[in-house]
């Protein structure tokens, strides 16, 4: 199976920075996918990445580790509406498929405090 | 404007019933996807589907049937055999070419009566 690994829960106040990490134990692992998800809606896409490195986006970067098999999310200045879930996702092909199927972690829950 | 369409938002469910939920996309994509989402566990893969007409199986298909008649639907019925149904329910959609960004429809929650 996939093991993708991230805390369960994060506290931090506005105007902080917060770190989220994910590490994953993924065969023909081929990128790394961070969504965000508020309570009873759809996830959206916040970043990938498939070369090592950081990924800068606004206030929030990405970074990714192949060789360690970790990830983190940053997101800087943080606000009140930043309250949400984050998804890490380990994407990978199936022998044989050209179609990337992507395998989530539970997801952090990130609450901001006034 | 272009997007991913599921309904109903909300869906009850009597025993020994099937349910359908709807899942249509406007956005020219070839693979289409069903997750299911409970309480502290990440989305889990039920059926995919690459291009129309084919659709396999994610790693939790048992008590699930999909089909793909359409490039733009991918319905989802949750028949009586799923003997634990109550989650929320996720349909997304991709190009299908390797670099697969998910986009997701806002869900349906599905309680079972």
């Known amino acids: 199976g996939q093991n993708i690994d991230q805390p369960t829960e994060m506290t931090a106040t506005e105007g902080a920075i917060v770190q989220i990490n994910c590490t994953y134990q993924t065969s023909g692992f081929n990128g790394l996918f961070w969504y965000q998800q508020h309570a009873g809606e759809a996830p959206t896409f916040l970043s990938y990445?498939?070369?090592?490195g950081l990924e800068e986006k606004g206030r929030f970067s990405s970074f990714l580790s192949r060789s360690k098999g970790y990830s983190y999310l940053l997101l800087k200045e943080l606000q009140m509406k930043d309250s949400a879930s984050y998804l890490c996702?380990?994407?990978?092909?199936?022998?044989?498929?050209?179609?990337?199927?992507?395998?989530f972690g539970r997801g952090t829950q990130l609450t901001v405090w006034p | 404007d272009g997007g991913i369409t599921q309904s109903p938002k909300y869906l009850f469910r009597k025993e020994g019933q099937n349910v359908t939920l709807s899942c249509e996309q406007n956005l020219n994509h070839d693979a289409m996807y069903w997750y299911r989402q409970d309480p502290g566990q990440g989305l889990r893969l039920i059926y995919y589907?690459?291009?129309?007409?084919?659709?396999q199986k994610g790693d939790i298909a048992e008590g699930y049937s999909v089909s793909r008649e359409k490039k733009e639907s991918f319905p989802l019925t949750v028949t009586s055999a799923q003997k634990n149904p109550t989650a929320f329910y996720l349909c997304?959609?991709?190009f299908g070419q390797g670099n697969e960004k998910l986009f997701f429809g806002s869900g349906t929650q599905l309680s079972v009566l």
């Open positions: 990445n498939v070369l090592d």
């Open positions: 589907s690459q291009i129309v007409n084919d659709f």
């Open positions: 996702a380990a994407q990978r092909n199936d022998r044989g498929s050209t179609l990337g199927r992507l395998y």
């Open positions: 997304a959609s991709s």
